[in-house]
């Protein structure tokens, strides 16, 4: 990352960023009101059907709880070889599980996870509780699985760094099976093709089936689309026989998103025809408005790379149409359209210029050629050119490239047959973005380019072009990478390692604010966030920075859950078993809280943390002091106008001030009063003072020279 080894752990932070691990015993208790018990168990009393007594660690695998209704309500394929291998999986007897640990063995993006969770959803009591779990860890081991009473979990190993099953792992999880058949409960396992070694044969306890056929593509594009209300056009495919083609031997993950892309492909046939009958400007047959659906569709499912071989042949001095090849200004052109999609034409005009320029070397200026403008002015005007590539140029000026499948199969493939054009397109669409929302066109082409071949290889070139000049761009970026199914886990692991690097912060603070603020994130993705974000305050020197993560924070307590984990976060720092910086930056935004006109922090509802012993560190630091003194200022000056709430927070600040080590950070708060009144029409600062500073010393510690 960067040619930087990886940094030491904070406190409170394991080496690969999650929680700490505690052995403890633990004692499972199976019966009709049974449940797990944690801790030292001496006398147990009642009927106890089985009795499970383990050592275990309390850093099990979080997971995320799974609707068995929307598992059961997802469109579904299950044909051919797929339901060979499900048959295998399930009991003859009865459809449940044959065994309570099963491994599913299947090529990636085989869809080997809908097929686990589709498994447990219909073959398992609907009593049940269906989760997926997280694989945090370093290495598989069965002690950090979890063990409820009446649970389906479900697992994914993918990551050849951390996923590898080995010949232990499969021993313990045959052990780990009869716990599981004591507590009611299942596990089943996806392993990604790459990982499982054939000498890995079968447990007690444990089967394994394999997933070496997709079901038919066809037939999952169907049932998709019949499922997303798309019936007609379902039926029509059948009738399209260069659709069908194009759709033989797809995978299934491939299967879905051709499902996508066809439903998105007649939406757009529709628009281009309703489009061409309110105008009288007809659009060529290269842009698409002339085909039918069929060939439309076939033109989306295709991957393009015959065409463009021919685009991208040998490069034409002069544009001729039997060679049909293009120049390398038609080229930048082409790849601003498949960017852009539609925009103004001098939007896409200088989006193009901007990437010729980035890719002419920098003496060009002492080269005998034609100039830049020279060259352009002597070749053809830009509409001819647009229209050449593909587009279309409406009446005002506005260009049309209604071609998205198009677009990403040209970027796509320029990023794959021009690997030394990938560092100047990745800094050329960070320069074109317009922003950093992810709809942004720029932002959505750098996720896709940098996250296309399942590594982060790219995305660490990425920030190193992106991190000082767009960090919010390149936050928006990681986002989409930590929620990448391939990549998602190495993603955490480079946000984990720039978190201590201060050139990189902004974007790791961007990225986890969004993880954070993203309502559907499960706990197990906002503790890694908070991971990440407890690093980068616990290692910056940088004041700006340091800001910056408690504005976060701040963010972040407005929420409910945002509050409990900040609430947590000051615990941690408390108990010593967390940073100091992160803890009090958590503290500081919690006192940006109210509860009925009064400080959160100091009213009834306050939550479990010692916030007097908090209020003492932070005020008693020189390093804190300037940070808590306008957030104490803020609380008085809220509570003013009010005698009883003024009365109550007086009362309960009064004796933390009095402390020996915060009599200074005492005067600086006297000062930061100077405009506030309170409800009698005394200044607050004078009231403190003279409540605090006995009237005989007072000539000595004057309250406007704390000198």
Same mark, same amino acid.
């Given at each position: 990352m960067d040619g930087v080894a990886p940094p030491d752990p904070v406190p409170g932070d394991p080496p690969d960023g999650r929680e700490p691990m505690v052995a403890v015993p633990e004692v499972l208790l199976t019966s009709g009101a049974s449940t797990q018990v944690y801790g030292k168990v001496d006398v147990v009393a009642g009927s106890i059907d089985t009795f499970i007594s383990q050592t275990r660690k309390l850093d099990l695998l979080e997971g995320v709880p799974v609707d068995r209704r929307e598992v059961l309500g997802q469109p579904f394929v299950c044909e051919g070889q797929w339901a060979e291998a499900w048959q295998q999986a399930l009991a003859p007897e009865r459809p449940r599980p044959r065994q309570r640990v099963v491994i599913v063995v299947a090529p990636r993006s085989f869809g080997a996870t809908?097929?686990?969770?589709r498994l447990l959803a219909e073959h398992t009591d609907h009593r049940t509780a269906l989760v997926k779990l997280d694989p945090e860890w370093n290495t598989p081991s069965q002690s950090r699985l979890p063990l409820e009473k009446e649970h389906a979990y479900q697992l994914d190993l993918k990551d050849p760094k951390t996923d590898r099953p080995s010949v232990d792992f499969l021993n313990a999880l045959s052990v780990f099976a009869s716990h599981l058949a004591a507590a009611g409960s299942y596990l089943v396992l996806t392993v990604a093709r790459e990982l499982w070694d054939d000498r890995l044969t079968t447990r007690k306890g444990v089967q394994v089936v394999y997933l070496s056929e997709p079901p038919d593509a066809e037939l999952v594009v169907e049932t998709h689309l019949n499922a997303a209300g798309h019936a007609p056009l379902a039926a029509a495919i059948r009738s399209f026989p260069e659709v069908k083609s194009s759709l033989r031997g797809l995978h299934a993950l491939a299967a879905v998103r051709a499902a996508s892309t066809?439903?998105?492909?007649?939406?757009?046939?529709?628009?281009?025809?309703?489009?061409?009958?309110?105008?009288?400007?007809h659009q060529s047959a290269a842009t698409g408005a002339d085909l039918s659906l069929q060939d439309r569709v076939a033109a989306a499912l295709s991957d393009w790379r015959e065409y463009l071989d021919r685009l991208f042949g040998e490069v034409a001095t002069t544009h001729d149409a039997a060679k049909g090849s293009l120049t390398l200004e038609d080229r930048c052109l082409l790849l601003a359209l498949a960017v852009r999609q539609s925009a103004p034409l001098p939007t896409v005009?200088? +989006? @193009?210029?901007a990437l010729q320029r980035a890719l002419s070397p920098k003496d060009f200026g002492n080269r005998p050629d034609l100039s830049p403008a020279q060259s352009a002015f002597a070749g053809r005007g830009l509409r001819r050119r647009i229209q050449d590539v593909g587009a279309y140029v409406g009446p005002h000026d506005t260009v049309l490239f209604d071609r998205p499948a198009y677009g990403r199969a040209i970027l796509e493939y320029v990023w794959d047959n021009y690997e030394a054009m990938r560092d100047c397109l990745l800094a050329w669409l960070v320069k074109s973005t317009a922003g950093e929302s992810p709809s942004?066109?720029?932002?959505?082409?750098?996720?896709?380019?940098?996250?296309?071949?399942?590594? +982060? @290889?790219?995305?660490?070139?990425?920030g190193s072009i992106a991190r000082e000049s767009h960090p919010a761009v390149l936050g928006s970026v990681l986002h989409v990478a930590v929620h990448d199914e391939h990549v998602g886990r190495p993603a955490w692991d480079v946000l984990y390692r720039w978190a201590e690097q201060e050139r990189y912060a902004p974007a790791v603070i961007s990225a986890?604010?969004?993880?954070?603020?993203?309502?559907?994130?499960?706990?197990s993705t906002a503790k890694r966030a908070m991971v990440r974000l407890r690093r980068v305050a616990h290692t910056t020197s940088d004041?700006?920075?340091r800001q910056d993560v408690l504005n976060t924070f701040a963010e972040l307590a407005r929420r409910p859950s945002g509050a409990a984990r900040l609430t947590a976060e000051v615990r941690d720092w408390q108990n010593s078993q967390g940073s100091p910086k992160s803890g009090s930056l958590a503290f500081l935004a919690l006192m940006t809280i109210q509860e009925d006109g009064m400080p959160w922090l100091m009213s009834d509802a306050a939550p479990d943390i010692d916030v007097k012993r908090a209020l003492q560190d932070l005020l008693g630091s020189p390093d804190t002091t300037a940070e808590i003194i306008p957030y104490l200022a803020g609380w008085i000056r809220t509570c003013a106008p009010d005698p009883t709430c003024y009365g109550r927070l007086r009362d309960q600040l009064l004796p933390v001030l009095r402390s020996h080590d915060v009599f200074r950070a005492s005067m600086e708060l006297w000062k930061a009063l100077a405009d506030v009144t309170t409800f009698q029409g005394v200044n607050a600062?004078?009231?403190?003072?003279?409540?605090?500073?006995?009237?005989?010393?007072?000539?000595v510690f004057s309250m406007t020279d704390p000198a």
């Open positions: 809908t097929f686990a969770l066809i439903a998105l492909t007649s939406q757009e046939h529709e628009r281009l025809q309703e489009a061409r009958k309110s105008t009288t400007h005009a200088s +989006t @193009a210029r942004d066109p720029s932002v959505t082409a750098l996720s896709n380019l940098v996250l296309r071949h399942g590594m +982060t @290889a790219h995305l660490n070139t990425l986890t604010r969004r993880v954070l603020h993203d309502d559907d994130a499960n706990p004041l700006g920075i600062g004078e009231d403190f003072y003279k409540h605090l500073v006995d009237p005989r010393m007072q000539p």
